[in-house]
Antibody, heavy 120, light 107 residues
Framework: EVQLVESGGGLVQPGGSLRLSCSASGFTFNSFVMHWVRQAPGKGLEYVSGMSNKGGSTYYADSVKGRFTISRDTSKNTLYLQMSSLRPEDTAVYYC?????????????WGQGTLVTVSS | DIQMTQSPSSLSASVGDRVTITCRASQSISTYLNWYQHKPGKAPKLLIYSTSNLESGVPSRFSGSASGTDFSLTINSLQPEDFATYYCQQTYSSLYTFGQGTKLEIK
């Protein structure tokens, strides 16, 4: 059974940093592209970042480019999102997502999300 | 970046109704269009992938179609469990943008 478990969320002051983790199990982690998606309170889903299966390619939304860094550790089956220079508008539930791959480019498994609150 | 314009933003309907939600892409995205259902406090769920392919386990009352850069999600015979927010998503470009969402409420 595929499982994605996020951790690392919490309250942080504007300008601060936080690192989210996503522990993956139930599939061959280094075979799939992985992503982060967020949902701010009362807003819709927003694509944040993605990383290719071997880590050679990364993708970032304009809203986080230069401030967030995605990475993965295949030895630990874990995806990360390092967030710095955080702003109140980064407040959201952050979801770790698995890409189905095989040319189908859709998100077939989602974690339950971790809440990040940026506030003084 | 590719923009996805989803409409309507909200919709009221009754159990048993047929509803259609649309999404327009700002440029050609081939068939790289997915639909998700999202309920409060839960993870989003994949319904339709690649425009018209029903995800395993999703009821057949859900269907997807396209005409050029216009895409549609249709739900036939609405059931109580279908009241949720629905999002389209393009995966043609490397930044997989979502539509703004459609909140489907009970009339």
């Amino acid at each position: 059974e595929v499982q994605l478990v996020e951790s690392g969320g919490g309250l942080v002051q504007p300008g601060g940093s936080l690192r989210l983790s996503c522990s993956a199990s139930g599939f061959t982690f280094n075979s799939f592209v992985m992503h982060w998606v967020r949902q701010a309170p009362g807003k819709g889903l927003e694509y944040v970042s993605g990383m290719s299966n071997k880590g050679g390619s990364t993708y970032y939304a304009d809203s986080v480019k230069g401030r967030f860094t995605i990475s993965r550790d295949t030895s630990k089956n874990t995806l990360y999102l390092q967030m710095s220079s955080l702003r109140p508008e980064d407040t959201a539930v952050y979801y770790c997502v698995k890409d189905r791959g095989y040319g189908q480019r859709c998100f077939d498994y989602w974690g339950q999300g971790t809440l990040v609150t940026v506030s003084s | 970046d590719i923009q996805m314009t989803q409409s309507p933003s909200s919709l009221s309907a009754s159990v048993g109704d047929r509803v259609t939600i649309t999404c327009r892409a700002s440029q050609s995205i081939s068939t790289y269009l997915n639909w998700y259902q999202h309920k409060p406090g839960k993870a989003p769920k994949l319904l339709i992938y690649s425009t018209s392919n029903l995800e395993s386990g999703v009821p057949s009352r859900f269907s997807g179609s396209a005409s050029g850069t216009d895409f549609s999600l249709t739900i036939n015979s609405l059931q109580p469990e279908d009241f949720a927010t629905y999002y389209c998503q393009q995966t043609y470009s490397s930044l997989y943008t979502f539509g703004q969402g459609t909140k489907l409420e009970i009339k």
